[in-house]
């Protein structure tokens, strides 16, 4: 089982800069997916970055040159760095961890509560 629980969120004004957490805890024995979703209430939930492992971390088009996923292995934590924050960032961030499946192991979805980021004057 894999824990997830994210802070770091709250209020910003445009222009500015925020820093997410992820704290991970359990076994993440074979999860090879990790990264960032946001969901605006009465949207469907969109990838925000995610990082396969051996690949290049992937950005949504609209935080490009903004956002950079990081992670600190030592301490199991997963970043989010938003910088040049829009309103339009205004939304609840969950971090997500997949576990694909392997054999006839089905694959298991990691979801954290979420963090909210409002982005306002």
């Known amino acids: 089982q894999v824990q997830l629980i994210e802070s770091g969120g709250g209020l910003a004004q445009p222009g500015g800069s925020l820093r997410l957490s992820c704290k991970m805890s359990?076994?993440?024995?074979?999860?090879?997916?990790m990264g960032w979703y946001r969901q605006v209430s009465g949207k469907e939930r969109e990838l925000v970055a995610v990082?396969?492992?051996?690949?290049?971390?992937d950005y949504a088009d609209s935080v490009k040159g903004r956002f950079t996923l990081s992670r600190d292995n030592a301490n199991k934590t997963l970043y989010l760095e938003m910088n040049n924050l829009k309103p339009e960032d205004t939304a609840v961030y969950y971090c997500h961890a997949k576990r694909p499946s392997w054999g006839n192991v089905p694959g298991m979805d990691y979801w954290g509560e979420g963090t909210r980021v409002t982005v306002s004057t």
């Open positions: 990082k396969m492992t051996g690949r290049r971390t």
């Open positions: 359990g076994s993440l024995y074979r999860i090879e997916i």
